[in-house]
Each structure stands twice: as C-alpha cells, then as structure tokens.
C-alpha cells in the first residue's frame, strides 16, 4: 500500500501462504474423515532393464481438491507434516494400497506395490507396523507384494531409530528400498546392516547421464557399490532413450521413469501391465 514496502508485501503474502496451508489441512482432514474422498493413488511401472517387463509399480498420491484441483504430492506432503494429519493420510495409503493388489489379484495381475513413507510414521512404528499387518491380513495378502520406499536423508537422519524400524519391517516380510539414493550422506557400514533389499538412484544424477562425466561415475559407482552389497538397484526419472541406454550397459536392475510410462490411475496401469506383459 505504501508503495514500495518490500516488507509489507512479503508480509501479506506469508500470510496468504499460512492461511492457504491451513484452508488445505481443514479440507484433506475432512477428505481423510469422509474416507479418502477426492484422494486417489496413481502407479507407476518399474520395468527391467533388460526386457521392459513390468517389475512393480509405485504408488505415487493424487489429489482432486474440490475447488482447487489437482494438488500435488510436492505441496500436500508438507501440509500433512506440518498440520500434524500424516500418520491419517500414510494409513489411508496403506489401505488403499493393499485394497489395490487385492484388486489387482482377483483379476489375475500380480504386481508388487511400493508406498513411500514419512519420517514420521516411522517414528510412530507400532502404529505403523500394527496398520500394516492390519492391512495385508483384511485383504489376505503376503507381506511380500508390499514394499516401502523411504528417502536417504530420513533413513539417516536418526540411525538407530531407523535401524529398529526397518528390522521389524522387514521380520513383516515387507521389502525395503532407499529412495532418492545419492542425495542424503550414507554411511556406508550402516547402509549395509540395514534390512534393505533396494536403492533407487536419485533422478538428479539421471537426468544429467548424458551431458555430465560425474553423474555418470557416481551412477556407476551406486550400480557396482549396490550389486557389491547384494542391493538391487533401480534409476528413477529415465526420460531419454539415451539415458536408458546408458543404465541398461551398466547393468541397472530395474528402470522407471516418464520414457516407460508416467504415474497412472489403477485400471490405466491394469490396462497398460497385461499389454506389456503379452
Ligand atoms: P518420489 O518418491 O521420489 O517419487 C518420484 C516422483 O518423480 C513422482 O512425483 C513421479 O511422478 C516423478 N517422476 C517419475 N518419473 C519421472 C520422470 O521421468 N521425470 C520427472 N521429471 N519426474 C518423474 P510426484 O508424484 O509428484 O511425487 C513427489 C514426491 O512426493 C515423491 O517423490 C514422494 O517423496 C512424495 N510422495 C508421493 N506420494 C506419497 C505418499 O503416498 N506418501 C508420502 N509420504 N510421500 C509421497
Ligand atoms: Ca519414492
Ligand atoms: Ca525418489
Ligand atoms: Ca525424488
């Protein structure tokens, strides 16, 4: 109003921001509260690197806000954290998740499914592992069609903590992955004690295969260290034909990104997993 008062204007806007946050964490509690009303898990295929077979899927979180629209995972997450509402909505993703591979099953499909999960349902663990036994025994499914996907830095942030968790997660007989491998700091005597049976190399060192030497020594040095310790390895975010060419010479295990296929509603991936696999 002043006219040139930085300040104000930042200050106006911070609260627009704060005020939005809030507005979005009224609206996904009564989304979670009506049972996921608006919310919806996409997947997306993890293909072999050798033969384009579907390997698994990601579920990745959608949601249709009722005058918003689409609300990306990227700002819904945070608000979740912040707002205190993650643990509702990462148990809505386990439900929904394992209803699917019910699903899925009864038509014939089997597809393993990975969920990503927050810092701050593995500091919760028994309220985690309890929903997830919970889960997989309503639909009568194996652990094993059930993966976990949790970020670097998460997994190291509190070592121990992680440690304890991810034990008892894989006595469940859920497989583990680290995601976004190569952007936390992993040490690697504690990456090797670690229940894990997967890294996903981070899509940053992806995109840059092709114009950058370093970023492809360090892909190749997470590929040799990961087949070393026994880890399977998967590249996320493959866009090119080029990149994919480069992964599949140095052996990477599996491949996901948009080149294969983007995120996509159950019934699109059912579609889209029996074409490839015929
Ligand atoms: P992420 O786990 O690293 O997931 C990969 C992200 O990269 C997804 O974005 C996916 O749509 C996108 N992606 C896949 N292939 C490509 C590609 O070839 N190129 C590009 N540019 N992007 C690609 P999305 O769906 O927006 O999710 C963003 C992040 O939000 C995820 O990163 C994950 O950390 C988080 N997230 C998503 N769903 C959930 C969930 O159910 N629970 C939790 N806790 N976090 C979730
Ligand atoms: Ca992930
Ligand atoms: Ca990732
Ligand atoms: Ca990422």
């Given at each position: ?113 990975a ?31 059930l993966s976990c ?26 497989s ?103």
């Open positions: 109003r002043s006219g040139g008062n930085g300040f104000a204007f930042f200050e106006v806007h911070m609260q627009d921001g704060v005020r939005d946050q809030l507005e979005l964490a009224r609206d996904l509690r009564a989304a979670l509260e009506a049972g996921g009303a608006g919310l919806a898990l996409h997947y997306q295929p993890k293909v072999a690197g050798d033969t384009a077979r579907v390997l698994g899927v990601e579920a990745l979180l959608r949601w249709q806000h009722p005058r918003r629209g689409a609300v990306s995972p990227g700002v819904l997450i945070p608000v979740a954290e912040r707002f205190g509402i993650i643990t509702a909505l990462g148990d809505w993703v386990i439900d929904e998740a394992c209803r699917q591979i019910a699903d899925w099953r009864d038509q014939g499909l089997k597809l393993r499914v969920i990503n999960l927050s810092v701050q349902q593995l500091r919760q663990p028994e309220a985690l592992l309890l929903r997830l036994e919970q889960a997989l025994a309503r639909h009568h499914l194996d652990a094993t069609q996907e949790i970020t670097e830095s998460v997994a190291m942030a509190d070592a121990a903590a992680t440690e304890r968790v991810l034990q008892r997660l894989g006595e469940l007989g859920v583990l992955s680290i995601d976004d491998f190569g952007t936390g700091y992993s040490s690697l005597a504690y990456l090797r004690r670690l229940p894990v049976s997967q890294l996903k190399i981070d899509r940053s060192f992806i995109q840059d295969l092709e114009t950058s030497a370093d970023a492809r020594a360090i892909v190749n040095a997470v590929i040799e260290l990961a087949h070393a310790l026994g880890l399977e390895v998967v590249a996320e975010g493959v866009e090119t034909e080029g990149q994919a060419d480069v992964l599949r010479a140095k052996r990477c295990d599996k491949l996901q990104g948009f080149l294969f296929a983007r995120p996509m509603p159950a019934q699109e991936l059912a579609r889209w997993a029996m074409q490839s696999q015929s």
